[in-house]
């Protein structure tokens, strides 16, 4: 290969190596996101197991105060404290299964990254483009090893312990009518087996 056609090759990896790392850093941001997102969601769920009917009558009271404004008529609640449970669940499922997905994929990008700085730091005598890969690698390992022991494994543990307690609230505690009892269980599940696809993805990859 010439040193034209190097200097071409090295462009074009350069080009695709600083997008693909733009991209990378993006998905980042919206796996912080998402996590923020769940925290709060099972925070919700947390207060809202801890006294249904208050969240409950605070929505109503809310919705009744936007729809009557300043007139001095009481109205019927508008939504019922279970809806309020599955509803939660729904955004639950949503932001996890979204989560789990996002983290998986910013391991296999970051695996791609690698690579890329790999081929590109050989033409620069491994004194360039070793942001990401070696010099991460070799000076922030500990670091990244508690990141992903963060994201890996911590994180699910403890959100499959809020899983059980929320399994003992629903069958102990709620007063819950069946038909709800039975849609909660249904996005419980879905959300252990999103859970459950996670790690053993991440047990794959170790």
């Not at 010439?2 to 980042?28: A, G």
């Not at 620069?124 to 000076?139: C, K, L, Q, S, V």
Request: net charge neutral; proline share 2%; hydrophobic share 50%.
């Amino acid at each position: 290969m010439s040193n034209e056609d190097d200097t071409k090759l090295i462009e074009v990896l350069s080009k695709h190596y600083s997008e693909t790392f733009d991209q990378l850093k993006e998905v980042v941001a919206r796996r912080d996101r998402l996590f923020l997102y769940i925290l709060l969601v099972i925070f919700i769920l947390l207060l809202y197991m801890s006294n249904p009917t208050v969240m409950s009558d605070w929505i109503n009271s809310f919705f009744s105060s936007q729809v009557a404004g300043n007139s001095n008529t009481t109205m019927a609640p508008l939504v019922d404290v279970s809806v309020i449970g599955v509803v939660l669940l729904l955004g639950l499922l949503s932001f996890s299964h979204t989560y789990f997905q996002t983290v998986l994929h910013i391991e296999r990008q970051y695996d791609y990254v690698y690579q890329l700085e790999e081929q590109l730091s050989r033409y620069f005598n491994d004194m360039a483009f070793i942001r990401e890969g070696r010099h991460y690698r070799n000076y922030k390992r500990r670091f990244s090893s508690w990141t992903k022991f963060i994201f890996w494994f911590l994180f699910p543990i403890l959100y499959l312990l809020f899983i059980v307690v929320w399994l003992w609230f629903l069958f102990t505690t709620a007063q819950t009518p069946i038909s709800y009892k039975i849609v909660d269980c249904l996005i419980t599940v879905s959300i252990l087996v999103s859970l459950g696809l996670y790690l053993l993805a991440t047990i794959k990859r170790k």
